[in-house]
Each structure stands twice: as C-alpha cells, then as structure tokens.
Nanobody
Framework: QVQLVESGGGLVQAGGSLRLSCVAS????????MGWYRQAPGKQRELVAT???????NYADSVKGRFTISRDNAKNTVYLQMNSLKPENTAVYYC?????????????WGQGTQVTVSS
C-alpha cells in the first residue's frame, strides 16, 4: 500500500556530510511518525532518529548534535542531514513510516541506502 524510497547515500570521508531523503508514495491515510534506522554489518537494526507530523524529534545519543531529522508533510518526505560523519556511522540506513487509519496502524520500511564513511 505504501512504498518508501530512500536516496542520498554514498561514500564520504570522515568529517563530511550527507543528506538522506525518503519519499512515501501509494495509498496512505495519515502518516504520523517517520524516521531513520540503520544496520551495520553484524549488528541489529537500531534507531537513528524519528519525527512526528507535529515536529517532535527523537535521536540516538550517538548522533545528537551531528544529525538532524526533518520532514515535509505535504510531500510525505523525511530527511536526515548527517554532519561530522564518522567511520562507525557506516551502515545501511532505512526509512520508516507509520500509517494510521483509526485504530489500525501499518508500519513500512524502505529498502535502505548504503552510507560508507572512510577514515
């Protein structure tokens, strides 16, 4: 019903920046929460940042002050500005969205975009 497509990943040197984008398309009712998660090799997927339609944000402690999540509700798009990147930030970054219809909730995931930070 809903498709999420990420873009903006790539290779960057330590200290550099990348801006990830995720666009939600398809049949939607009310996208409330959107966010970014990441999965490094050999590790479980972890939360990076989330944002509600009202603009409330939540960040993993490791990215506070360096990453900024934002969204354009009219476009159902969420962004992740990543500054001062570190090699340990290397991972596949996944977009997430929650669609709400009354008491029903559906959670969707994108296919992910690779972020590689070299030393």
């Amino acid at each position: 019903q809903v498709q999420l497509v990420e873009s903006g990943g790539g290779l960057v040197q330590a200290g550099g920046s990348l801006r990830l984008s995720c666009v939600a398309s398809g049949t939607m009712f009310s996208i409330n929460g959107m966010g970014w998660y990441r999965q490094a090799p050999g590790k479980q997927r972890e939360l990076v940042a989330t944002i509600t339609s009202g603009g409330s944000t939540n960040y993993a402690d490791s990215v506070k002050g360096r990453f900024t999540i934002s969204r354009d509700n009219a476009k159902n798009t969420v962004y992740l500005q990543m500054n001062s990147l570190k090699p340990e930030n290397t991972a596949v970054y996944y977009c997430n969205a929650k669609d709400v219809q009354g008491v029903l909730e559906d959670i969707y995931w994108g296919q992910g975009t690779q972020v590689t930070v070299s030393s």
